[in-house]
């Protein structure tokens, strides 16, 4: 099966961005390549992009996507918290625009073998990076019960999480839990079979769990904050940073650490003066979260939760 994955919120990154000859950017989580290829056109015939993901199928589809676009377009496989030494490794002192898409592509969820979804039936996997353990086979038949149950509630955001807990627990002393749909199945059994949501959109009661297991399987909230903690510093001056998330934990990250770099001090209150050296790295270019059109998500509902901030380096 072919890549698939929809660039989201296209045209707010690219006016953000504003992509111009000349110019340097890095996407670091590259996927198909739609974002990157529309960078390369806003910014031609000269600027460049510096292209990375950690799952090999994204890179070997990007690199398929932007063949064209010959030297202008440099691709790595390597994780997004990996930025900055790949940076060094290209000779590249800084960048004028980078992009961050922490959302999970219809690849991950539309080809069976790669275990991330229900909808069709695969060994439990949902590793981004095939070459990294655990994979959520091991996390599911081999954590406590405890252990299952706070990377569900703290994960997952899932109130259920000791029931689910208990009755994957269940499930997995009749024998090794090996599927997806076995999984899903022992979960809405958990939550006796109910859906949650609107009308005009509902979700499977396993959802928050299987989102439990992909944030923990990759460390996901860890990369992100280990990201978060000096990203500014690949910006060169004026140059702005794009993050789109998709649940509320990521989202909160973001929002806390574009705050601390809009801040000309980082001391705690109480202090009589200011001791810790720290001054503002970034303005704040959205002051809430962007947020994907009608029209986007009617022709891609996998965009609906998502949330896009961005900051200028200063």
């Given at each position: 099966m072919s890549y698939a994955h929809e660039p989201v919120m296209l045209d707010e990154v690219l006016e953000i961005l504003a992509p111009a000859p000349?110019?340097?950017?890095?996407?670091?989580?590259?996927?198909?390549?739609?974002?990157?290829?529309?960078?390369?056109?806003?910014?031609s015939p000269d600027g460049e992009l510096l292209g990375l993901d950690w799952d090999d199928a994204a890179?070997?589809?990007?690199?398929?996507?932007?063949?064209?676009?010959?030297?202008?377009?440099?691709?790595?496989?390597?994780?997004?918290?990996?930025?900055?030494?790949?940076?060094?490794?290209?000779?590249?002192?800084?960048?004028?625009?980078?992009?961050?898409?922490?959302?999970?592509?219809?690849?991950?969820?539309?080809?069976?073998?790669?275990?991330?979804?229900?909808?069709?039936?695969?060994?439990?996997?949902?590793?981004?990076d095939r070459r990294r353990s655990p994979d959520a086979h091991e996390l599911v038949n081999t954590l406590s019960v405890g252990e299952l149950e706070k990377l569900i509630r703290d994960?997952?955001?899932?109130?259920?999480?000791?029931?689910?807990?208990?009755?994957?627990d269940a499930e997995?002393?009749?024998?090794?839990?090996?599927?997806?749909?076995?999984?899903?199945?022992?979960?809405?059994?958990?939550?006796?079979?109910?859906?949650?949501?609107?009308?005009?959109?509902?979700?499977?009661?396993?959802?928050?769990?299987?989102?439990?297991?992909?944030?923990?399987?990759?460390?996901?909230?860890?990369?992100?904050?280990?990201?978060?903690?000096?990203?500014?510093?690949?910006?060169?001056?004026?140059?702005r940073l794009v993050i789109i998330s998709f649940h509320s934990l990521e989202d909160r990250l973001v929002k806390r650490a574009f705050h601390k770099w809009g801040l000309d001090c980082v001391c705690p209150p109480r202090l009589p003066g200011c001791v810790c050296g720290w001054n503002r790295k970034a303005t704040t270019v959205t002051r809430k979260p962007r947020v994907p059109g009608e029209a986007e998500v009617r022709a891609n509902p996998r965009a609906r939760s998502a949330r896009l901030r961005a900051v200028e380096r200063v």
């Open positions: 000349a110019r340097r950017y890095l996407d670091a989580t590259v996927g198909g390549g739609g974002h990157a290829r529309a960078i390369l056109r806003r910014s890179i070997d589809a990007a690199g398929r996507a932007l063949a064209g676009y010959g030297g202008r377009v440099t691709l790595r496989r390597a994780g997004f918290t990996e930025a900055r030494a790949v940076l060094e490794e290209s000779g590249w002192t800084g960048v004028d625009g980078m992009l961050l898409d922490l959302g999970l592509s219809s690849h991950h969820l539309d080809v069976p073998d790669r275990g991330f979804g229900f909808a069709r039936d695969a060994r439990l996997d949902m590793r981004m994960f997952g955001e899932e109130p259920g999480a000791r029931r689910i807990a208990r009755a994957i997995r002393r009749r024998g090794t839990i090996e599927t997806t749909r076995q999984l899903a199945e022992t979960v809405a059994r958990a939550a006796g079979g109910r859906q949650r949501g609107t009308r005009a959109h509902v979700t499977h009661p396993a959802t928050r769990t299987f989102q439990a297991l992909r944030i923990a399987v990759n460390r996901e909230l860890e990369n992100l904050e280990t990201f978060l903690d000096s990203a500014y510093e690949m910006l060169r001056a004026g140059g």
